[in-house]
Nanobody, 120 residues
Framework: QVQLVESGGGLVQPGGSLTLSCTASGIAFNTYQMAWYRQAPGKQREFVAR???????LYEDSVKDRFIISRDNAKNSVYLQMNNLKPEDTAIYFCNANYISGLGVENDYWGQGTQVTVSS
């Protein structure tokens, strides 16, 4: 069955760095768009970054120039390198895998989330 497992969250001081990992199983990983979302307490889940199957990358404005998303298809993994972290980055970070077929059928999967806390 499909499973996305995130790791790498934790407590970090403002200005610090952290790298999140997400490893997928049960899907044809190389065909999926992979993305990171986050959700802070009392807020709705928001988009952070995505990388298409062909490598095209997009970031939310607030993390642009600070975060780097990458994928390693050989490892069925997507990563989020987070630099110069700010308290506003504190949230649960979720890994997402998405594929839409030629018939318009969407497969959308989520990991369980990993907590990132930025605090001194």
């Amino acid at each position: 069955q499909v499973q996305l497992v995130e790791s790498g969250g934790g407590l970090v001081q403002p200005g610090g760095s952290l790298t999140l990992s997400c490893t997928a199983s049960g899907i044809a990983f190389n065909t999926y768009q992979m993305a990171w979302y986050r959700q802070a307490p009392g807020k709705q889940r928001e988009f952070v970054a995505r990388v298409r199957r062909g490598g095209g990358i997009l970031y939310e404005d607030s993390v642009k120039d600070r975060f780097i998303i990458s994928r390693d298809n050989a490892k069925n993994s997507v990563y989020l390198q987070m630099n110069n972290l700010k308290p506003e980055d504190t949230a649960i970070y979720f890994c997402n895998a998405n594929y839409i077929s030629g018939l318009g059928v969407e497969n959308d999967y989520w990991g369980q989330g990993t907590q990132v806390t930025v605090s001194s």
